[in-house]
């Protein structure tokens, strides 16, 4: 099994900003993709920004030039830095990571971590 923890969330004012961390445990070989999804009251949960193994990385656009996203092989841990926060900003933000868990297979197992809140005020 793997787990995911996540922290870093909380309470900001607009123009502050706040950093996300995310760090995976368990049965893993590799991980590939890490990523960050959010997810407002009554909406769908939306990509915010992935990272692959490379350091690749993908944002959405309402985040561009505000958010980024990093990662620590060494520690199975993503991070999500978040400046500029605006109060459309504000949701629950799920980490999730595609793993790898031992040499021999080559399938890839998504997670999800349990989420952790983000609310910006205006």
């Known amino acids: 099994q793997v787990q995911l923890v996540e922290s870093g969330g909380g309470l900001v004012q607009a123009g502050g900003s706040l950093k996300l961390s995310c760090a995976a445990s368990g049965s893993i070989f590799s991980i590939n993709v890490m990523g960050w999804y959010r997810q407002a009251p009554g909406k769908q949960r939306e990509l915010v920004a992935t990272i692959r193994s490379g350091g690749i990385t993908n944002y959405a656009d309402s985040v561009k030039g505000r958010f980024a996203i990093s990662r620590d092989n060494a520690k199975n841990t993503v991070y999500l830095q978040m400046n500029s926060l605006k109060p459309e900003d504000t949701g629950v933000y799920y980490c999730?990571?595609?793993?790898?868990?031992?040499?021999?297979?080559?399938?890839?197992?998504?997670?999800w971590g349990q989420g952790t809140q983000v609310t910006v005020s205006s």
């Open positions: 999730q990571v595609y793993v790898r868990r031992n040499a021999i297979t080559t399938i890839q197992e998504a997670y």
